[in-house]
């Protein structure tokens, strides 16, 4: 079975694998997605194809590092960024028969109106594929470096 899990970034990376370690049995094959929004970005840098591929890279390099902790933990896990408008991406991602499970993972931290808005958003489509949302509560982890 695959689980797609929707990751914002920046992210705490442990704090981000614990909560997906309590919520998922290990027998998940993991992929974590960012979606980059264009709607999101400045008007240039949606525009400017250099500023994307630098993006899309640095929340590669951010989803592996996530990834790269759920392996050690006995997870599959590969990543999957996309850039597109996000309501589009995610009604793809639901409706794809590679996806079996389709995690929503909620900050505890207060969401700004922005960040809130897209939650909603995102919930508003993928609660129209019954049986397949999982919402997880991400919980606060100390980082062994003292963050």
Do not use: H
């Not at 695959?2 to 990751?7: I, T």
């Amino acid at each position: 079975m695959n689980a797609l899990a929707l990751v914002r970034v920046p992210e705490d990376p442990e704090a981000l694998a614990e909560a997906l370690k309590k919520s998922l049995d290990p027998r998940f094959e993991l992929t974590l997605l960012n979606i980059i929004d264009p709607a999101s970005l400045q008007p240039g840098e949606a525009r400017d194809r250099s500023y994307l591929n630098k993006l899309e890279e640095a929340t590669r390099e951010e989803l592996e590092d996530i990834a790269k902790i759920m392996r050690g933990m006995g997870f599959k896990c590969k990543v999957k960024v996309e850039t597109g408008p996000l309501l589009e991406v995610l009604r793809g991602e639901a409706e794809s028969d590679e996806n079996d499970a389709i995690i929503l993972l909620k900050r505890k931290s207060t969401k700004g109106d922005v960040e809130k808005e897209r939650i909603d958003s995102a919930y508003s489509i993928l609660s129209k594929y019954p049986g397949k949302l999982m919402v997880v509560r991400r919980v606060e982890v100390r980082s062994r470096k003292g963050r």
